[in-house]
Each structure stands twice: as structure tokens, then as C-alpha cells.
């Protein structure tokens, strides 16, 4: 528990510069990532994140150290020429946008990767430390790497504020955009330029192949938790920072664990967890969903059988059997037994000794279950024309689904019939 | 509703539904088609005509019933029939001639392993000739006009020799002198008893073209020969309007991914 | 002979990543081939913690499977979690990849590979791994011998698969209702793509098999409209590149794998430029002729 206290109480510089460092570098990409997920330019990102690998070098080159300002201008130079190399394939030649993504981000990584080893052989002592590049650095930051950052993060998330509303709309109906005369093209130009200075201050964090996670993971996690993009901005953020928190704990007490790929790691389950748990959008809430209704309808069958039975006796309030239900539709025997008791329990049914009976909302249940089955058997062969031998499995399934306010239309379309199309009676509520 | 057929029938689609995402995007089609006729299927967009010919042809999963073609299920008859896809479902940038594209009709024949012989190229090498295409045999299919595309579309699925064809829209796009082309070759198909069935866009065409019509609209509205189903009445149920209640009953079942049809079985074939 | 042995490698690898590559940028899913090169990593450490040693079937198999789980895990994504293409393939890549590097440090002392070699490889080392018999006499190193066997079953894979691989590619659907799976073939396809990532990675890492999946494969893609042709141009453009990266590499004193991926680059735009049928300056000179004689 001694090195969790001593790590947060953030008394050791160190450790400060790295966790805000790289909770900002996590947090920026994240919310430009937003954007980038939303515009599906997610590989784009990635390739970006190869290209600016040969900017880098080209800025050690030229000016000879590792300050922070040279590299940035240089990534960014590289950074943009990948994406004007992948935009100008895929316009001029027949070379399909994913091939051109591809075909760019290794050749430009594939050149980076030159100069990175013909500078490590070149003795210059001031190198050390530029193959950071490839998988981050983020548990080596200090405190001048912080000001860059920081300040490259700021214009970032002033930027992102003030065009918020532009590349939202960008984002989802472009072609609007352009013809309420926005300069959709301009936008784009910012947008752009704003993933490659994310990539660019990024790739300190986690390295230029794992780059493409802290762009997009975020973004696909929030995804799964909201409809509204401001929301999914500042959950994408703070999925970002946490990530980047927990990495660079987990570096603090695990010294060899490189930071970048476990901050990857963290991202990718929290957006795991999110695409399995998540409500309504998420797998296991859609499953849950799923059983929620199949329930709904084994209540509703047993009701509408036992409706039936009352039907044919003329009288819905005889106690039956289990064994009459059976015989009147099939039902495995446990399961029956297990759906009688939850009826029971939600008052739809009493049990009297072996027996079962309908309460007056069973009753009213069921026959509401039986008037729109035989309804929307009505309807489908009045107006969609289908023979009526073929109308039952839709409507065994349509008798569980159909809100009051189509149930009403549908009888008002209809006429309010009294028979369905195999002469049964269409029984209504009536007035007791 | 529909004229019974005597015969065994080229098609029988028995109580077919079929769903995108859960949405029912046609609703238990019952259809009998007759062999040796040329069949329009029309309707307005997003009525699902393609979709009723992928569905046949198992392209797509069933949420209800099946078909039956000649009385068999389809994987029984797979090499009786032929599919021309829609001309925009491919990337005609792709680098192959026009004769490679044709001797794809031969492959389901071959089965796996099997080379194309003289054979194959002799039977791909008539059928463009049946389709006026011989003298582009080598040519790129990148540098075809439309309507030389679907020429050769058109050649493909006459390579297959098969018995019943199905057509996605092969009058799409294609200049008066091919449709004109097209349609000679396909009611000459039908005089040597193949069934063709034609997903068609343009109305005022059908009753010339077409010995039967399917009219379609997410439900069948009617099935039979032209002159008897092709009616002013119909047309109207067909293009006027669209059945509100059934849609929304559609998006109802996809909102609540509700299990469409549960505890149905699958009829045994 | 170490030139020779390096640059037979590196051609031998460019062959058959250009082969596959061939279907992989025809189908558009040249980024998928790129996803399977990072995702194996994890594959290959933990087949190499199982078995203990680099050149074990175990190895190949247990990475194909890898790649086959990766392409399967991009579609469950985008179908059942219903999330974007782009980003699903973006996930699962990025995911698997930082667990492999984990794992290389978390195993540091029993696994006998570094961060660098991953992304980048150790081409030049091919010739220190020979295969000796017990008199001692050489066989060649056995990088060449592994990815010899690669390249022949891949030659294999693709001439008796070969009308099924070109429908489905072309036309999945008219493939699918001759009755040949498209699904089937697309998984088999994606196997023989991670096999051959796997056996390649080792001598050229990932980026570098990426570039040679895409690289020749585009450049041979601008060069001819007929598929017999491009996969053999691909194999040539593939050839052409590992002897020219060498030598640049050599010239410079810088890596190998590096200088093959920028030579493919730069392969590329030539072909770009000057390809008799696509390139854009015949196609800038056939337009101009056009409107001079129009004019």
C-alpha cells in the first residue's frame, strides 16, 4: 500500500511531471480523437502516427538536439505530407483510400526507421533517447517537456471549443454543412491539422504504432455510454486520463513495464468493458434486454392460453391444471411451472391448491394478448394481401410488441372487426 | 390470388420474410412461378425486390420460410441457376478482360481445383458472341461503357447454362440499343424454356417485355401473368402509398430487438 | 554470400507478402493486412514461451490462429458491438500489439526478442543463423529455408485456389450463389496472411511486412489491368525493391528493413508517374493531345 500513498500523494516532482504529463497527452489526443472517430478518419490518425516518425529525425538532423520545438515542426511538416500524399493517391490514381493509408504509413515509417539508425550509428552523443519516439516516453518526461505540451494541448482544446459546433455538424451531414455555406473545406484543413499536432504531442506518451489507440480507443469506448457529442467529448477525456494515470502508475511500481503499451492497455479494456456493459448500446445490456422480453412473452403465451381455455368453456375464472394448459398449447412442464408462479407473483394468476386461475388483470391481459393477435392477423390479410394460412407466426409475435397507440390505429384501420380471418371472435374490453 | 400453375414450378417461395437488423423488409411472400417465362419483379424503392432475389437464391438469411426451385431446396440446384448482380456491386476497376470475367460463369461447373479448359473458353467465348461482345474479348473490363459491362454480365450468367436467372436491374444505365439487345436475347431464352426474372425500374415497358409480373412492395401485392396482374388497381396499391402501420411496426421490432418469430420451426424439407 | 543470403530473404519475403497482397488491397482491406502484421506479436511470444525455441510449426500454427482470432475479433466489433469499421480494425490491432510488447518485457530474460526488432527486424542477422549439419557442413541460414517453404505454399495456395480466391475477390456475391463460400476463403486467405507475417516478422518486423504487402502489390496494381500479370509484377516489383533497399541500407550504414519500405515508396511513384496505362503523366499528355486535336 506504501508505494499507492507515496505515488499519489505526488510528493516527488518526478512523478507529478509524469502522471500530469501523461494524463494531458492521453486526455488532448482523446478529445481530438473524438473527432477523428466521429469524421471515420481512425486509420488516417494511425497513418499520421507512422509519418511523422521521419519528421522527428529530420528535425534532430537539422538542428542538431533534441528540443522539443525542432521535432514538433519537423513531425508536423511529415505529418501533413502523409496525409497530402495519402489524399492525392487516392483522388488521382485508381488506388483505393485503404491501400493508399497503408502503402504511406510504412513507407514514411519505413525512411523514419533509416534515419533513426543511420543517426545511432552517426556517434552524435545528444541522440539518446530519440527511439523514445517509437514507444513513448511517457515515464521519462520532465518538467520542460510539460510546458511544450502543455501549451500544444491548450491550443488544441481552444480550438476544438471554439469549432465544436462545425465539426460536429461536419461530422454528421457534410453535405448540409457545405450547403448552409460553412467552408467545409477549411474546417477540414483545422480538423486535420489539429490530429496531427495530437499525434505529434501524443506519440510522446505512447510511441508512433500504438498511437492510433489514444486517438480512437477513447473516443469508441464513449461511444457505447452516449447519443450527445459534448458528453462523449469529456467521457473520451477522461477515459484518456485515466488511462494515462494508470499507466504511469503501473510503471511507477513495476520499473521495467514500459508505460505506453500498458496505457494502451488500460484504454482497451475500459472500451472492452464498454462495448460488453454499457447500457442500451452495450452486448451483455442488449442480451439482458433480450431475456427481459423473452420472459415478457412466456408470461403473455401462458396468459393468452389460459384466456383460450376460458373461451372455450365460456368462462375465463375456472381453475385449471398445469396439465390443461399443456394440453391446450405445449409448454415444457418446468418452465410452465416457473412462469405460473412469477404470474402469480405479479397477480396475473391465484393458486388454488394444484389449480390455477386468472385474477380479473389476467383475464384482461390475456384478452388483450388474443384481440391483437388476431388483429394483426385481420390486417395482414386485409391489407398486406397474406394468405391467411400464414399470418399466425407474425402475429404470435407481433401480440407481444404492439404499443396501446398502434394497438388503437390498427383497430381504427380495421374498423373495429368482430371476427378475425378464421371466423374467431375479436374480443373487446367491455364494461363489466 | 394468383393463377394456380399445373406444372412443376420453376420457383416456389413459401412464406418468406426476410429481415434486416430484426426490420422485416418483406413480409411473407408466397409466390409460383411457371418455367419458361420471362418475369418482371417491380415496385418502388426499397420495396425489396433485390432482396427477394438474394433471399431466393441464399444469398441472405431467412428469418421464415423457404423456397424451392423445380422442387428442390436451391443447394440441390445450385448449378441450375444464375445470378447477374447489380452493375454497381462491383469494382470494374478490377484487373481482368472481359473473357475472365465470362469464364467466372464456368467456375461453379469446374468445382475446386478444376482449370478452365478449351472447353469453358469456347462456351464463354459463344456466349458473348450471343451478346455481341466477341470483338471485345481481351478488352479491359475497366474501359467498358456501361452498357458493355452489363453485356457482360449478361454473358457470364449465360456461360453458367443454367435454368433460371436471376437479374438485379440490367436495364440500369445502359444505352436504348443494348436494352433493346438485351431484351431480344432474354425472350429468346424463354423460348428454349429458361426462366428469367428481372428486378425492372421503368414501367411503361413492362407490359411489352414481361409474360409475368411480380408487384412488390414489401409484401407481395400481386403475382400472375401481365395482362391479368399488371392492372391500373394494382399499381396503385403497389406505388401508392406506403403501408404506415406495417412500418412502424418494423421499427418497432428492430427498437426493441425483439426475437422476431420465436418458437417457430423451420419447415422440413 | 551474406549480401546474397540477405537479399534472397528479404526477395523471398517480398514474394509472398506481394502474392497476398495482390488480393488483400483488391478486396480494400489492405488495412486488415496491416492490423494481422501488428496482432500476431502476442502470438509469437507466447508460442515462443510454449515451445521454447523460434522455428517450430507450433509457432506458425499458433500465430495463423492469432491472425484468424484478429480478423474475426475486427467483425465482432463492427457487427456485434456495432462499431465502425475504421475503428474496430484501429482497436483490436493497437490492443493486441501493446500485450505483445507487455509480454517481451514482462519475459524480457526467456524471450529472445526486443521492442526494436518487432517494429523494424534483424534482416541483417539472416546469415548468422545457418543450419549446420553434424559434419558441419553449411546449408544456408535458415530464415531462407523457412521462408523458401512459405513462398512455395503460398504459390501452391493461390494456384489451386485460384478461381475461387479471384470470384470471391471480384464478386462475392455472384461467387456465394455459384455456391462458393465467400466467408470460407476470406478466412483462409487472412491465415495465409498471418502465416506468412509471422514467418516474415523475425527477419523484417512489422512495419516492413506491411510495406511489402501493400507496396508492390499498389505498384503492380498501376502497371496492368490483367491479375495474372499483377501477381507477377508484384513478385518482380518485390525483388526490385530488396536488392535496391539493400544496397541503399548498405550505403548508408542504416536499416535494411527501412530502406526496402522507402525503396517501395519510391517504386511506387514511379509507377505512379510513369506507368504506361495508369501513370498520371501519359495521362496529363494523353489529355492534352486530346484537346489539341480537338482544338
Known amino acids: 500500500m506504501n508505494t499507492l500513498t507515496d505515488f499519489f500523494s505526488f510528493s516527488d516532482p518526478n512523478i507529478r511531471f509524469v502522471v500530469i504529463g501523461a494524463m494531458l497527452l492521453t486526455a488532448s489526443s482523446a478529445i481530438v480523437g473524438t473527432f477523428t472517430f466521429l469524421h471515420k478518419k481512425s486509420l488516417v490518425g494511425d497513418a499520421i502516427a507512422h509519418a511523422v516518425l521521419p519528421g522527428i529525425c529530420l528535425g534532430f538532423i537539422l538542428s542538431g538536439t533534441k528540443n522539443p520545438a525542432y521535432l514538433i515542426i519537423g513531425a508536423f511538416i511529415t505529418g501533413w505530407l502523409s496525409l497530402a500524399a495519402v489524399e492525392f493517391i487516392t483522388r488521382r490514381t485508381r488506388i483505393k483510400e485503404d491501400t493508399a493509408i497503408g502503402l504511406v504509413l510504412s513507407v514514411f515509417f519505413g525512411i523514419g526507421i533509416v534515419m533513426l539508425t543511420v543517426i545511432q550509428k552517426s556517434g552524435n552523443a545528444a541522440q539518446s533517447g530519440l527511439d523514445h519516439f517509437l514507444f513513448g516516453k511517457a515515464a521519462a518526461l520532465v518538467g520542460e517537456d510539460l510546458m511544450v505540451f502543455g501549451t500544444v494541448a491548450v491550443i488544441l482544446l481552444f480550438c476544438v471549443f471554439l469549432l465544436f459546433k462545425e465539426f460536429s455538424l461536419l461530422a454528421f451531414d457534410k453535405a448540409y454543412a457545405q450547403s448552409i455555406g460553412l467552408p467545409v473545406?477549411?474546417?477540414?484543413?483545422?480538423?486535420?491539422?489539429?490530429?496531427?499536432?495530437?499525434?505529434?504531442?501524443?506519440?510522446?506518451?505512447?510511441?508512433?504504432?500504438?498511437?492510433?489507440?489514444?486517438?480512437?480507443?477513447?473516443?469508441?469506448?464513449?461511444?457505447?455510454?452516449?447519443?450527445?457529442?459534448?458528453?462523449?467529448?469529456?467521457?473520451?477525456?477522461?477515459?484518456?486520463?485515466?488511462?494515462?494515470?494508470?499507466?504511469?502508475?503501473?510503471?511507477?511500481?513495476?520499473?521495467?513495464?514500459?508505460?505506453?503499451?500498458?496505457?494502451?492497455?488500460?484504454?482497451?479494456?475500459?472500451?472492452?468493458?464498454?462495448?460488453?456493459?454499457?447500457?442500451?448500446?452495450?452486448?451483455?445490456?442488449?442480451?439482458?434486454?433480450?431475456?427481459?422480453?423473452?420472459?415478457?412473452?412466456?408470461?403473455?403465451?401462458?396468459?393468452?392460453?389460459?384466456?383460450?381455455?376460458?373461451?372455450?368453456?365460456?368462462?375465463?375464472?375456472?381453475?385449471?391444471?398445469?396439465?390443461?394448459?399443456?394440453?391446450?398449447?405445449?409448454?415444457?412442464?418446468?418452465?410452465?411451472?416457473?412462469?405460473?408462479?412469477?404470474?402469480?407473483?405479479?397477480?396475473?394468476?391465484?393458486?388454488?391448491?394444484?389449480?390455477?386461475?386468472?385474477?380479473?388483470?389476467?383475464?384482461?391481459?390475456?384478452?388483450?394478448?388474443?384481440?391483437?393477435?388476431?388483429?394483426?392477423?385481420?390486417?395482414?390479410?386485409?391489407?398486406?394481401?397474406?394468405?391467411?394460412?400464414?399470418?399466425?407466426?407474425?402475429?404470435?409475435?407481433?401480440?407481444?410488441?404492439?404499443?396501446?397507440?398502434?394497438?388503437?390505429?390498427?383497430?381504427?384501420?380495421?374498423?373495429?372487426?368482430?371476427?378475425?380471418?378464421?371466423?374467431?371472435?375479436?374480443?373487446?374490453?367491455?364494461?363489466? | 390470388m394468383q393463377p394456380e400453375i399445373t406444372t412443376t414450378p420453376a420457383l416456389e417461395v413459401h412464406d418468406l420474410t426476410v429481415a434486416f437488423d430484426r426490420k422485416p423488409v418483406l413480409w411473407n411472400i408466397d409466390l409460383k412461378l411457371p418455367a419458361g417465362k420471362l418475369i418482371g419483379i417491380i415496385g418502388p424503392n426499397g420495396a425489396g425486390k433485390s432482396t427477394l432475389i438474394k433471399a431466393t437464391m441464399g444469398l441472405l438469411p431467412l428469418s421464415s420460410g423457404y423456397v424451392r426451385l423445380y422442387d428442390q431446396p436451391i443447394d440441390n440446384v445450385r448449378n441450375r441457376i444464375s445470378y447477374v448482380p447489380q452493375r454497381e456491386s462491383v469494382d470494374w476497376d478490377f484487373p481482368a478482360s472481359v473473357m475472365d470475367v465470362v469464364l467466372m460463369g464456368r467456375y461453379g461447373k469446374l468445382g475446386l481445383f478444376r482449370r478452365v479448359r478449351q472447353a469453358d473458353r469456347d462456351v464463354a467465348l459463344d456466349c458473348l458472341r450471343k451478346v455481341g461482345m466477341e470483338a471485345y474479348a481481351n478488352r479491359q473490363i475497366s474501359q467498358l461503357s456501361g452498357g458493355q459491362q452489363q453485356r457482360t454480365f449478361l454473358a457470364r450468367a449465360l456461360a453458367q447454362q443454367a435454368d433460371i436467372y436471376f437479374m438485379d436491374e440490367p436495364f440500369a444505365g445502359v444505352d436504348a440499343a443494348t436494352e433493346k439487345a438485351i431484351i431480344g436475347l432474354l425472350q429468346a431464352m424463354t423460348e428454349a424454356q429458361k426462366t428469367v426474372i428481372v428486378v425492372h425500374h421503368d414501367l411503361q415497358s413492362v407490359t411489352h417485355y414481361f409474360d409475368w409480373v411480380i408487384m412488390l412492395n414489401t409484401r407481395l401485392v400481386a403475382c400472375g401473368p401481365t395482362e391479368t396482374t399488371f392492372t391500373q388497381q394494382n399499381l396503385q396499391e403497389t406505388y401508392g402509398g406506403k403501408l404506415t402501420l406495417l412500418s412502424d411496426v418494423g421499427d418497432l421490432i428492430r427498437r426493441e430487438n425483439f426475437p422476431n418469430r420465436e418458437g417457430v420451426s423451420k419447415p422440413v424439407l | 554470400m551474406n549480401d546474397l543470403y540477405i537479399i534472397l530473404t528479404a526477395s523471398l519475403v517480398a514474394c509472398s507478402c506481394g502474392l497476398l497482397g495482390c488480393f488483400l488491397i483488391l478486396r480494400k482491406m489492405a488495412m486488415v493486412g496491416d492490423a494481422i502484421s501488428h496482432a500476431v506479436l502476442p502470438g509469437i511470444v507466447i508460442a515462443f514461451l510454449v515451445s521454447g525455441s523460434r522455428d517450430s510449426v507450433t509457432m506458425l500454427a499458433g500465430a495463423s490462429l492469432i491472425g484468424m482470432l484478429t480478423t474475426f475479433l475486427i467483425e465482432f466489433l463492427h457487427k456485434k458491438a456495432r462499431l465502425q469499421t475504421d475503428a474496430s480494425i484501429g482497436v483490436t490491432f493497437t490492443c493486441l500489439f501493446a500485450i505483445g510488447v507487455v509480454l517481451i518485457s514482462l519475459f524480457a530474460g526467456k524471450v529472445d526478442l526486443d521492442q526494436d526488432c518487432v517494429l523494424y527486424g534483424e534482416i541483417a542477422y539472416v546469415p548468422l543463423d545457418m543450419i549446420l549439419s553434424p559434419t558441419g557442413l553449411i546449408f544456408g541460414p535458415r530464415a531462407l529455408y523457412i521462408m523458401g517453404a512459405i513462398f512455395i505454399a503460398i504459390v501452391l495456395f493461390i494456384t489451386f485456389g485460384y478461381k475461387e480466391l479471384l470470384l470471391t475477390t471480384f464478386d462475392p456475391a455472384f461467387a456465394s450463389a455459384l455456391g462458393i463460400s465467400a466467408t470460407f476463403w476470406h478466412y483462409l486467405l487472412m491465415g495465409a496472411v498471418s502465416a506468412t507475417t509471422v514467418a516474415s516478422f523475425e527477419s523484417v518486423g512489422a512495419i516492413l511486412v506491411v510495406a511489402l504487402l501493400i507496396g508492390p502489390a499498389a505498384t503492380a496494381y498501376l502497371l496492368t489491368d490483367n491479375f495474372l500479370v499483377m501477381l507477377i509484377l508484384a513478385c518482380v516489383a518485390g525483388v526490385l525493391v530488396s536488392i535496391s533497399g539493400y544496397y541503399i541500407a548498405v550505403w548508408l550504414d542504416g536499416s535494411i528493413a527501412g530502406a526496402i519500405a522507402g525503396m517501395t515508396g519510391l517504386l511506387f511513384t514511379l509507377a505512379m508517374l510513369f506507368s504506361p496505362t495508369h501513370g498520371l503523366l501519359f495521362k496529363k499528355l494523353r489529355t492534352t493531345s486530346d484537346e489539341v486535336s480537338s482544338a
Do not use: C
Open chain 1, 185 to 432: 473545406r477549411r474546417i477540414e484543413l483545422v480538423l486535420t491539422s489539429l490530429i496531427v499536432l495530437a499525434v505529434v504531442i501524443g506519440i510522446q506518451a505512447v510511441g508512433v504504432v500504438l498511437m492510433a489507440a489514444i486517438l480512437i480507443t477513447p473516443a469508441a469506448a464513449a461511444r457505447f455510454w452516449t447519443h450527445r457529442i459534448s458528453v462523449m467529448v469529456l467521457l473520451a477525456s477522461l477515459f484518456g486520463a485515466f488511462s494515462g494515470l494508470a499507466g504511469a502508475y503501473i510503471s511507477y511500481i513495476a520499473p521495467a513495464m514500459p508505460t505506453g503499451p500498458w496505457i494502451v492497455i488500460v484504454i482497451s479494456t475500459i472500451a472492452f468493458i464498454s462495448f460488453f456493459l454499457a447500457p442500451r448500446r452495450g452486448v451483455i445490456s442488449r442480451m439482458i434486454r433480450q431475456r427481459a422480453i423473452r420472459r415478457t412473452i412466456n408470461n403473455e403465451n401462458v396468459l393468452k392460453t389460459l384466456y383460450q381455455l376460458g373461451e372455450e368453456s365460456k368462462n375465463f375464472f375456472l381453475p385449471r391444471t398445469e396439465a390443461d394448459i399443456i394440453h391446450k398449447r405445449s409448454y415444457p412442464s418446468p418452465l410452465l411451472t416457473a412462469v405460473l408462479h412469477r404470474l402469480r407473483r405479479q397477480g396475473y394468476v391465484e393458486r388454488i391448491g394444484t389449480t390455477w386461475q386468472l385474477t380479473e388483470e389476467g383475464m384482461s391481459r390475456g384478452q388483450r394478448v388474443v384481440r391483437i393477435h388476431r388483429l394483426w392477423e385481420l390486417y395482414l390479410t386485409t391489407h398486406v394481401n397474406i394468405a391467411p394460412d400464414h399470418v399466425h407466426d407474425d402475429a404470435d409475435t407481433i401480440e407481444h410488441l404492439l404499443t396501446p397507440e398502434l394497438e388503437t390505429e390498427l383497430e381504427r384501420l380495421l374498423n373495429y372487426p368482430t371476427v378475425d380471418p378464421h371466423q374467431a371472435e375479436i374480443p373487446y374490453k367491455k364494461p363489466v
